[in-house]
């Protein structure tokens, strides 16, 4: 079964550090872009970060200089390392793989991430 398993989230305070996992069920090797999603409660599900199969990433700029993508395809994993969290990074993260108007993966659970004093 097809399908991403997100992991990594918890709660913590303002100005510290998160790594979210996202577990592919099938190779990711021939997936050109990866991408972090997170939707806090009565918004939109954004992308926030995405990396391209050789490597190329791209933040939205709320995040940028503060999240990393990376992945490993020979783990089939992709990574998100987070710093600097802020309040507004609250929501749920999930990954997936943007292709055209859909995605390659059904949605997984995703991972809460929790930024609160």
């Known amino acids: 079964q097809v399908q991403t398993v997100e992991s990594g989230g918890g709660l913590v305070q303002p100005g510290g550090s998160l790594r979210l996992s996202c577990a592919a069920s099938?190779?990711?090797?021939?997936?050109?872009?990866m991408g972090w999603y997170r939707q806090a409660p009565g918004q939109q599900r954004e992308l926030v970060a995405a990396?391209?199969?050789?490597?190329?990433?791209a933040y939205v700029d709320s995040v940028k200089g503060r999240f990393t993508i990376s992945r490993d395809n020979a783990r089939n994993t992709v990574y998100l390392q987070m710093n600097n969290l802020k309040p507004e990074d609250t929501a749920a993260y999930y990954c997936?793989?943007?292709?055209?108007?859909?995605?390659?993966?059904?949605w997984g659970q995703g991972t809460q991430v929790t930024v609160s004093s």
């Open positions: 997936n793989s943007p292709i055209g108007g859909r995605f390659y993966f059904p």
């Open positions: 099938t190779s990711i090797f021939t997936i050109d872009v």
């Open positions: 990396i391209t199969r050789a490597g190329s990433t």
